[in-house]
């Protein structure tokens, strides 16, 4: 493989293209990235700045809460593994059937994708209210309404995760986009040798969907463990950190003025996050070719 270059009297020129995306990448990514790995071992105030070691660390696996956190991230990921992506690719084969309507249905499925998290948490609170919300009072019909279901800590985490449960328009989206993609040779040869509908899905869209079911579950992974603005808005992470997240339990921390052992957190969800990446990325070999 033979090196490129740059042309004789370029070297300048391209030194000066680059300097503005290098330096906007330095102060936007690479300076905080470091700031927050350097200050997470530190106790870090504002003013007061003194390195500590893994004290923060240390005194974070040993928080309960933490682990509450850690397990109410790991328990809202999982709703949209099993829930949110299957649901959204079974939604996206059907419609790329053409039905008759299928465009409305589409449209009607991925308008509540834009919605903000905290338009949405803040209907669901009004949905969920003990005394005038839409779930009690049509539950109190048969004699079951009253509950509240956002400060009960059998019910809260649960009540917070449906809310986001079904919007499953980025993953109908993109199944769509991709099974467009498919030649549709395969799906006539399929027939020619009598397989049905069912079975052409299960032996081929299925197979060259790989790509984007790992991409989806990878996104909806992200973004579930930084979740914060749904659960800060619906519950503040109560009653008793039943709903916690570990971005809302650094925030807390912030807010405590303990800065360094909240980016002591914030350094764990990006740890999270990259095992996540390559964990997700390997098991659906995401970027390698379907055939």
């Known amino acids: 493989m033979v090196a490129s270059r740059v042309p004789p009297g370029m070297a300048r020129p391209v030194a000066v293209s680059i300097a ?3 330096i906007l990448f330095t102060v936007f ?8 790995i350097g200050s997470s071992f530190a106790s870090w105030g504002g003013l ?9 660390y240390q005194t974070m696996v040993q928080d309960p809460v933490f682990w509450k956190a850690v397990r109410n991230t790991l328990f809202y990921s999982a709703v949209s593994i099993v829930i949110q992506v299957p649901f959204g690719v079974v939604v996206g084969i059907i419609l790329s059937q053409k039905l008759p309507g299928w465009r409305t249905f589409r ?26 919300g839409l779930l009690n009072q049509t539950l109190s019909v048969v004699g079951a309404g009253g509950k509240d279901w956002l400060y009960d800590t059998s019910t809260a985490r649960s009540a917070v995760a449906a809310t986001f449960a079904f ?28 397989a049905s509908l069912l079975q052409q899905h299960l032996r081929i869209t299925l197979p060259l969907l790989r790509n984007v079911i790992g991409t989806c579950i990878l996104v909806r992974l992200l973004g579930d463990i930084g979740m914060f603005d749904v659960v ?12 916690v997240t570990l971005a809302l339990y650094a925030y807390r921390a ?8 909240a980016n002591a957190v914030g350094t764990t969800i990006l740890l999270i996050g990259l095992i996540l990446i390559v964990t997700v990325r390997r098991a659906f070999r995401i970027g390698e070719r379907a055939l």
Do not use: H, K, Q
């Open 167 to 194: 919007i499953i328009g980025f993953t109908v989206i993109l199944v769509m986009a991709e099974i467009a993609s498919i030649p549709r040779e395969l799906y006539e040869a399929a027939e020619t040798d009598g």
């Open 232 to 243: 800060f808005i619906l519950t503040s992470g109560g009653p008793n950190d039943s709903t």
């Open 48 to 56: 007061d700045f003194t390195f500590t070691g893994w004290d923060n």
């Open 107 to 132: 449209t009607v499925i991925f308008v509540p994708f834009v919605i903000s998290g905290a338009a949405y948490a803040l209907v669901y609170a009004a949905f969920y209210n003990s005394r005038y």
């Open 20 to 22: 503005p995306g290098a």
């Open 254 to 261: 912030y807010l405590d003025g303990a800065w360094g052992y």
């Open 29 to 36: 990514f690479l300076a905080p990235f470091a700031v927050l």
